[in-house]
């Protein structure tokens, strides 16, 4: 069946703009999280979903990233004012629940380039 | 907080030689530990992981890892590499304690096999 996946594969925008992420589980997948890596260094939490809410968001590094996930499904990780560090790859992962056993799926990423 | 090291970076050996990556983990009571292999122009996929039951784990290709709770390490190793190992390899950790589904991930170790 089919992974998951995630769009635009890559990004490249200005200091200031605004830019949408978005990422698609797999199918009947309740758990869904968001994390970013930088370059030479291991991914980093971002954020955990379990359904349609935020189950937890203490990686979100500051107020100018917000996710949403409103049908329990797609979610979309937005990022304000972006800056250059901002600069890395996000990854999205799916599991079936948010048990901690369950093996987390991940999706090939978008690279985030700010200039 | 939870944190994990591997100690090497980069890690070349030769085909067919035996090769161990090294991963330890912060101390803490419970945890769940696991090895992600990403492969060039590929995602994140996962090894194999240790829950609980027998600290030795092993993956479909050869790979064996073993929990060590009083040396708080989860080092992975092959007895013999083959050219398509070439990959980098993470490990990453689940930590029970802080009720968190979110896996924390070391620095990664780049492992090229020469033939």
């Known amino acids: 069946g089919a992974g998951v996946s995630q769009t635009p594969s890559n990004k490249v925008t200005e200091k200031g703009k605004y830019v949408e992420l978005r990422c698609d589980p797999i199918?009947?997948?309740?758990?869904l999280y968001w994390y970013r890596q930088s370059l030479g260094q291991g991914p980093e939490f971002l954020i955990y979903?379990?359904?349609?809410?935020?189950?937890?968001d203490s990686g979100l590094p500051n107020d100018r990233f917000f996710a949403v996930r409103p049908e329990g499904s797609v979610s979309t990780l937005k990022i304000q004012r972006t800056e250059r560090g901002d600069s890395a790859v996000y990854l999205c992962?799916?599991?079936?629940?948010?048990?901690?056993?369950?093996?987390?799926?991940f999706g090939p990423g978008t690279r985030l380039l700010v200039l | 907080a939870q944190s994990v090291t591997q100690l090497d970076s980069q890690v070349p050996v030769f085909e067919e030689a035996p090769v161990e990556l090294r991963c330890n983990y912060s101390?803490?009571?419970?945890?769940?530990l696991f090895w992600y292999v990403q492969y060039p122009n590929q995602g994140l996929q996962l090894l194999l992981k240790?829950?609980?039951?027998?600290?030795l784990v092993k993956s479909i290709n050869g790979f064996e890892a073993e929990f060590n709770k009083s040396q708080t390490s989860f080092h992975l190793r092959k007895p013999s590499v083959h050219i398509s190992d070439t990959a980098e390899y993470f490990c990453?950790?689940?930590?029970?304690?802080?009720?968190?589904?979110?896996?924390?991930f070391g620095q990664g170790t780049r492992l090229t096999i020469n033939p």
């Open positions: 992962a799916s599991s079936r629940g948010g048990e901690y056993q369950e093996t987390q799926y």
């Open positions: 199918s009947g997948h309740t758990a």
């Open positions: 979903f379990q359904g349609t809410g935020a189950a937890d």
């Open positions: 240790y829950l609980s039951g027998s600290t």
């Open positions: 990453a950790v689940s930590d029970l304690d802080q009720g968190a589904q979110k896996l924390v």
């Open positions: 101390s803490s009571v419970s945890v769940y």
